[in-house]
């Protein structure tokens, strides 16, 4: 509650938004403080069909983003995407093979793939302008940046977690676009 | 006690022009985001300036407007001013930067490099290959090269801007942003770094990207390092402050060290007497 402004959050109690006061505990950041709130709620108990949106997780301070891509990584398990103006990240975990399937009205084309902590000895990809074949990528090294979506579903299958990342259309999403 | 040498870092970059010590020359290079808002101070200091690509737009659009009071943005002022800030180089493929934007240039005189043929490299990666071959690498062991707009918008992008420098880690480099910076403290060296206090912090971080960290230590930070290891999935130094004005880094891999701006101190207004 260091950043919430005083008039908003007496305007949010009022309206009975539940305040949840956690400064007392500075060894985790806001994002993950919310994903644990989530997971231990009835949505995650009813349904394993579960998946958190977050905005606001990147740009400004470089910590504060590194940290919360440091979420993704935490939670492998929970379906999380962070969500700006420009693009989107997801992690796809190494314990899985991966099928995206892309919304090409409203993503794309320009994508990436990050081996963000660890090294890849070994990614293959489909449906990508540039694939990968058992292709090493590290940091100081290659890395898959400026690639493009070919078709419309991208396989992935990484002997490391790689975050996924694809770009969001500048049309198509805003609130003009779907006023009749 | 290790036998590693020491590499000094400090933010004189972000001092005014007559403070700085004479050691460090710059280059700086200007990427396709929102210029920071001490950009006419890194512009001051550098030796050689660069604009990538879309980077151009944004010295022609956005540097009039952090002089106000000087009437920049008058129509008959404004060429008159941009030319007081005219780039050495323009380089990059070319799809982003608007054709009045480049033809105003090549009319002042800018070197045009077009690399459009080249699409392995990033924007950045080929002003860094530019620089390094310029004679202001040759000149001086000192060379820091400055670079803004390497952050935020897509990630993918942000991530490629990230890996040029650990491609280049003999390579000065440091990434500015209005909220922060980032530079890369390479494992074959023990860091020193001094803070400029009434312009940097208290904010910052020690960031593994690439490869996890068995053993990191640190001195000066409010939460200090000690044969720590650090990688994503468990812990990484984020939200830590600085405590003191020399921090200490030593580890077996490479980091991102990144400090926050203050927001005070750096804008035109405040040098404006």
Request: a negative charge; charged letters at 25%; glycine letters at 6%.
């Amino acid at each position: 509650m260091d950043s919430i402004r005083r008039d908003v959050l007496d305007f949010y109690i009022n309206l009975g938004t539940k305040v949840i006061d956690e400064s007392h505990d500075q060894d985790t950041t806001d994002l993950d403080k919310c994903i644990l709130y989530i997971r231990h709620s009835t949505l995650n108990q009813e349904t394993s069909g579960l998946q958190i949106l977050a905005t606001g997780a990147l740009g400004g301070r470089f910590d504060h983003e590194a940290g919360n891509l440091n979420v993704l990584y935490r939670y492998p398990d929970t379906r999380i995407v962070l969500l700006s103006d420009d693009c989107l990240i997801q992690l796809l975990p190494k314990t899985h093979r991966h099928e995206i399937h892309i919304q090409s009205s409203l993503e794309g084309p320009h994508c990436g793939l990050i081996p963000i902590g660890t090294p890849s000895a070994k990614t293959t990809t489909s449906g990508l302008q540039w694939d990968l074949s058992n292709t090493e990528m590290r940091f100081g090294g290659l890395i898959s940046t400026s690639n493009l979506v070919k078709e419309e579903k991208i396989t992935v299958e990484s002997d490391s977690d790689l975050l996924w990342t694809i770009s969001i259309k500048k049309t198509g999403l805003s609130i003009q676009d779907h006023t009749p | 006690m290790s036998a590693m040498d020491v590499m000094i870092h400090s933010s004189s970059f972000l001092l005014p022009c007559d403070e700085t010590s004479t050691g460090t020359r710059y280059a700086l290079v200007v990427l396709n985001q929102s210029l920071p808002r001490f950009t006419p101070l890194l512009w001051e200091h550098a030796k050689l300036r660069l604009c990538a690509d879309g980077g151009a737009n944004r010295i022609y659009d956005e540097l009039p407007l952090f002089f106000p009071n000087e009437d920049a943005l008058a129509i008959r002022n404004r060429s008159n001013f941009l030319k007081l800030y005219k780039p050495d180089v323009i380089k990059g493929d070319m799809d982003s930067i608007r054709r009045d934007v480049l033809d105003f240039y090549i009319n002042l005189g800018t070197k045009v490099i077009d690399e459009s043929h080249d699409q392995d490299t990033t924007d950045l990666d080929k002003c860094i290959l530019y620089i390094r071959h310029s004679t202001l690498n040759q000149e001086t062991s000192g060379l820091q090269i400055l670079a803004t707009g390497a952050l935020g918008g897509r990630f993918d992008h942000e991530a490629g801007n990230l890996n040029v420098l650990y491609r280049y880690p003999d390579t000065r480099i440091v990434l500015l942003s209005d909220d922060c910076l980032i530079q890369l403290l390479p494992k074959t060296h023990r860091h020193e770094i001094h803070i400029q206090s009434s312009l940097e912090g208290p904010h910052c971080g020690l960031i593994p990207i690439g490869t996890p960290s068995a053993k990191t230590t640190t001195s000066g930070l409010q939460w200090d390092l000690s044969n720590t290891e650090m990688r994503f999935g468990g812990l990484i130094s984020t939200s830590n402050l600085v405590k003191e004005e020399k921090i200490t880094v030593e580890s077996d891999s490479d980091l991102l060290w990144t400090i926050s701006i203050k927001k005070t101190g750096l804008s035109i207004q405040d040098h404006t007497p």
